[in-house]
T-cell receptor
Framework: AQTVTQSQPEMSVQEAETVTLSCTYDTSENNYYLFWYKQPPSRQMILVIRQEAYKQQNATENRFSVNFQKAAKSFSLKISDSQLGDTAMYFCAFMTEYGNKLVFGAGTILRVKS | DTGVSQDPRHKITKRGQNVTFRCDPISEHNRLYWYRQTLGQGPEFLTYFQNEAQLEKSRLLSDRFSAERPKGSFSTLEIQRTEQGDSAMYLC??????????????FGQGTRLTVV
């Protein structure tokens, strides 16, 4: 069974600064997908960024980028130029290659301060 | 609005009562998922459908829980004889499976259940 661990329950960052959220996972699969989802207060969860395990290049989406270390089973999210709207719960998630369900970490609450 | 919608948004019920939630996925999506999220935790998988077929159920889904997706469109999740431990946010998500695994699941806003 796969597990996902987020060791930072809460993080805070000043507006315009950079923050990194950590995630580690455990799996015996070789091909899989990793995701970061954002859940703003009282709003629905949305996909921030995804990474396919067979791709060595780290995914980037505008201000969001990941550091994917397959051997270490590590998948961190870097948010550059943090904005107040980035305040949310962030979940790291894993899915097998055949995509039948997401396995989530416990989440990290990120607070962006002005 | 063409996103995933869930109804009701909030439900308060007395212990022992039955409740039913509804999820309307994005119309062209053939996969539909139910997750449960308790306060301060990540969502936990409950079950998923591909079209009208229920393909996997988590061990979290006790006999008191039943889910259906009768015509491969909307889905219902029923909880019978509710217990206080059932209090949680119930999330629905949908995706479109293709030749490779569809990697983006779209989530609804959830139904928050409180059992008193």
């Amino acid at each position: 069974a796969q597990t996902v661990t987020q060791s930072q329950p809460e993080m805070s960052v000043q507006e315009a600064e950079t923050v990194t959220l950590s995630c580690t996972y455990d799996t015996s699969e070789n091909n899989y997908y990793l995701f970061w989802y954002k859940q703003p207060p009282s709003r629905q969860m949305i996909l921030v960024i995804r990474q396919e395990a067979y791709k060595q290049q780290n995914a980037t989406e505008n201000r969001f980028s990941v550091n994917f270390q397959k051997a270490a089973k590590s998948f961190s999210l870097k948010i550059s130029d943090s904005q107040l709207g980035d305040t949310a719960m962030y979940f790291c998630a894993f899915m097998t290659e055949y995509g039948n369900k997401l396995v989530f970490g416990a989440g990290t609450i990120l607070r962006v301060k002005s | 609005d063409t996103g995933v919608s869930q109804d009701p948004r909030h439900k308060i019920t007395k212990r022992g009562q039955n409740v039913t939630f509804r999820c309307d996925p994005i119309s062209e999506h053939n996969r539909l998922y139910w997750y449960r999220q308790t306060l301060g935790q990540g969502p936990e998988f409950l079950t998923y459908f591909q079209n009208e077929a229920q393909l996997e159920k988590s061990r979290l889904l006790s006999d008191r829980f039943s889910a259906e997706r009768p015509k491969g469109s909307f889905s219902t999740l029923e909880i019978q004889r509710t217990e206080q431990g059932d209090s949680a946010m119930y999330l629905c998500a949908s995706s479109q499976i293709g030749d490779r695994a569809s990697t983006e699941a779209f989530f609804g806003q959830g139904t928050r259940l409180t059992v008193v």
